[in-house]
């Protein structure tokens, strides 16, 4: 019944590593998004994609690249991960259809980089 | 860009009334959420204001004034369980592109 999903909940890895996480939503939502949560808890977006399509890429730095295989998936694959990287990251989906779309939020993956 | 002000810490005591405010900038506003977040959790839906005024979604309330640039959420016949952070979040244009506050961080005591 989990409607947002990501994998890894946790992922404590070395600096200079490439990592991944995965989200997967079973809402039929047509876009989702990449969050990333500082440790003071500024929630701020990353990507978005609709359709598969990327519609919003805030200033990121290129080691962070999104996939979405298709509209139920959105991947993140972070290179040469800096200590800066820690922190938690939300992936969320919502439709696009009308004003009062709400966004829900995958449970969080908590990245600590050593 | 965005700036959007909410502030840090609040504490209420339980059973009472608390009002959370949010003074946010920016341009091409189209609409404004508040989410609730548990220590350890994912953000949740609480409300949802595009025209100015209140809506009124049982204990909650949230109001907007769209000249003012400014909202509150309001929490009524406060429990425990309502010690959380609140998060306001201003979506700016057509697509879903939703900035958010810092957040508040209410403390519900007995």
């Known amino acids: 019944d989990t409607a947002v999903s990501q994998t890894p909940k946790y992922l404590v890895t070395q600096m200079g590593n490439d990592k991944s996480i995965k989200c997967e939503q079973n809402l039929g939502h047509d876009t989702m998004y990449w969050y990333k949560q500082d440790s003071k808890k500024f929630l701020k977006i990353m990507f978005s994609y609709n359709n598969k399509e990327l519609i919003i890429n805030e200033t990121v730095p290129n080691r962070f690249s999104p996939k979405s295989p298709d509209k139920a998936h959105l991947n993140l694959h972070i290179n040469s991960l800096e200590l800066g990287d820690s922190a938690v990251y939300f992936c969320?989906?919502?439709?696009?259809?009308?004003?009062?779309?709400?966004?829900?939020f995958g449970p969080g993956t908590r990245l600590l980089v050593l | 860009g965005q700036n959007i002000d909410q502030p840090t810490e609040m504490t209420a005591t339980e059973g009472a009334i608390v009002q959370i405010n949010c003074t946010y900038q920016?341009?091409?506003?189209?609409?404004l959420f508040w989410y609730q977040q548990h220590a350890g959790e994912a953000p949740t839906f609480l409300s949802y204001?595009?025209?100015?005024g209140l809506e009124e979604k049982g204990r909650f309330s949230s109001f907007l004034s769209r000249s003012k640039g400014y909202s509150y959420l309001l929490l009524k016949e406060l429990q425990m369980k309502d010690s959380a952070s609140y998060l306001c979040a201003v979506r700016v244009g057509g697509y879903q592109k939703v900035t958010f506050g810092t957040g508040t961080k209410l403390q519900v005591i007995p």
């Open positions: 969320a989906s919502s439709h696009q259809r009308g004003p009062q779309e709400t966004q829900y």
């Open positions: 920016t341009s091409g506003f189209n609409g």
């Open positions: 204001n595009v025209l100015d």
